[in-house]
């Protein structure tokens, strides 16, 4: 890909208070592309996602969208410029409903361009569209996920950020997500997922990073990688660790 990356994170080191849960890890994502960061439990990923999102300290380094420079922002200014998050295990509103889901996860907008997202969500959810009217509380594990990523495809961003979208879901419902996502980065927008069900994240992505204690290494084009090579390094590596049983 030639394309200069949408999103470009260089030497980030960032974490808790002494502690740097990630050190020193270069990521760049392009608008269209699904890039992955795989890793096992504690190995930084939500770090990663929160440090980009203006939630998580950032010690060094830099983080940039569009070749516009984020550091120092808060979150929401981050959002303004174009990144969404979804957070593991994100909760929705669940007295309100489908519908007012994304109404209160949008911002002032006018009625039409309010309702050109809102008719994006449904087409990539069609099930959200059935249940417009229902309370959120009374959709599935898998619908309220999809639901979380609407919320976050109602800010129209340019980066969006998943963070391991398939947890707690049914294989074919995993499967469903993902194609998703693939559907909404196919129209432009850049993706950086965090996933723990590393085939299909693979499936999808066009590159994938491997986080391991904070530390990252990457395999450019591993489409044409060992995938079984790829998994050794994330969990047997993890569980010489210790970190992963
Ligand atoms: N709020 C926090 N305060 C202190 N340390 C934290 C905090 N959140 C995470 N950590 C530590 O930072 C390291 C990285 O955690 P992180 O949550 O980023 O990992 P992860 O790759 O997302 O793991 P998982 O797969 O379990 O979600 C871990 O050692 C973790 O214990
Ligand atoms: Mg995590």
């Known amino acids: 890909m030639t394309a ?23 990521v760049e994502v392009r608008a269209g592309e699904i890039v992955t960061v795989l890793g096992g439990n504690g190995a930084g990923k939500t770090t990663l996602l929160g440090a980009v999102a203006g939630l998580v300290d950032v010690f060094d380094g830099e983080i940039s969208l569009a070749d516009r420079p984020l550091g120092g922002l808060r979150p929401h200014a981050r959002a303004r410029r174009g990144l969404a998050l979804v957070q593991e295990n994100k909760r929705v509103f669940r007295a309100l409903s489908v519908r007012d889901n994304l109404v209160v996860a949008t911002p002032r907008l006018g009625r039409a361009e309010f309702d050109a997202r809102e008719q994006n969500v449904y087409e990539l959810f069609p099930v959200l569209a059935e249940k417009r009217r229902d309370p959120a509380g009374s959709l599935s594990g898998g619908q309220q996920q999809m639901l979380a990523i609407g919320q976050a495809l109602m800010a129209g961003p340019s980066v969006l950020m998943l963070d ?61 990688a060992d995938k079984q090579r790829l998994l050794d390094h994330i969990y047997l590596g993890a569980a010489a660790d210790g970190s992963r049983t």
């Open 164 to 224: 391991e979208p398939s947890a707690g879901l049914a294989p074919r419902l995993v499967a469903e997500v993902m194609d998703r996502v693939a559907t909404i980065a196919s129209r432009g927008m850049a993706v950086l997922l965090v996933e723990q069900a590393v085939h299909q994240a693979l499936r999808v992505a066009s590159r994938v990073y491997v986080l391991r204690l904070g530390r990252c290494s990457e395999q450019e084009d591993f489409r044409g």
């Open 4 to 26: 200069e990356p949408l999103l470009r994170v260089r030497g980030l080191t960032a974490g808790y208070g002494e502690i740097q849960a990630v050190r020193e890890v270069d």
